[in-house]
C-alpha cells in the first residue's frame, strides 16, 4: 500500500474511533454518576437507594464515607445474600472514603465488609441494563 493522498491521517483515525464509541457504546458516552444514599452517602439503611431508579452499564457509583468505619465490596449473588466479604475475582476491598465503581451490565452486588453492617442493611443490589 502506498502513501498516496487516500492515506488516513491521525486526526481521521481519532475521528473514526469516536465515531464507533458512538455508534456501538451509547451508553458509555451518555454515562451518570449517581452518588449512593445521595446525601448520607454509604451508610446503614442504604438498602432501598436503588429502588425506583435505572441504571445502565457504564454509569458509575460513588460510594462516600468515613474510612475505616465502613468499606465497600464488589460480591456476586450467594456472598451478597449471606453477607459474606468475599471480593469478585479481579476485584478488589475499596476504603478510600470516596469510592468510584463502574456498573457492569446486569446484576452489580456491593455490601460492606465491616463488621455486622452487612446484616445490619448496608448492601446494595443495583441492576443496570
Ligand atoms: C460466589 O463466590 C463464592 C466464593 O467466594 C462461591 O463459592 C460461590 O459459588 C459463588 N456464587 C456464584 C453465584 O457465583
Ligand atoms: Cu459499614
Same mark, same amino acid.
Given at each position: *500500500?502506498?502513501?498516496?493522498?487516500?492515506?488516513?491521517?491521525?486526526?481521521?483515525?481519532?475521528?473514526?474511533i469516536l !465515531?464507533?464509541?458512538?455508534v456501538?457504546?451509547? @451508553?458509555l458516552?451518555h454515562?451518570?454518576?449517581?452518588?449512593?444514599?445521595?446525601?448520607?452517602?454509604?451508610?446503614f439503611?442504604?438498602?432501598n437507594?436503588?429502588?425506583?431508579k435505572t441504571?445502565?452499564?457504564?454509569?458509575?457509583l %460513588?460510594f @462516600?464515607y468515613?474510612p475505616p *468505619?465502613?468499606n %465497600?465490596?464488589?460480591?456476586n449473588?450467594t456472598n451478597?445474600n &449471606?453477607?459474606v466479604a468475599?471480593? !469478585?475475582?479481579?476485584? %478488589?476491598?475499596f476504603?478510600?472514603?470516596a469510592d468510584?465503581?463502574t !456498573?457492569?451490565?446486569? &446484576?452489580n452486588?456491593f455490601?460492606?465488609?465491616?463488621?455486622t453492617h452487612?446484616?445490619?442493611?448496608?448492601?446494595i443490589?443495583? @441492576?443496570a441494563k
Open positions: *500500500m502506498g502513501e498516496g493522498r487516500g492515506s488516513v491521517g491521525s486526526t481521521s483515525v481519532i475521528t473514526m !465515531l464507533f464509541m458512538f456501538f457504546h451509547p @451508553n458516552i454515562a451518570e454518576t449517581f452518588t449512593v444514599g445521595d446525601a448520607k452517602g454509604w451508610s439503611g442504604v438498602q437507594w436503588p429502588t425506583g441504571f445502565k452499564a457504564g454509569d458509575t %460513588v @462516600n468515613v *468505619m465502613h %465497600v465490596v464488589k460480591v449473588e451478597f &449471606s453477607c468475599q471480593p !469478585l475475582s479481579g476485584s %478488589v476491598i476504603k478510600s472514603g468510584k465503581i !456498573l457492569v451490565k446486569g &446484576s452486588f455490601l460492606c465488609g465491616v463488621g452487612c446484616g445490619a442493611g448496608m448492601k443490589a443495583v @441492576n
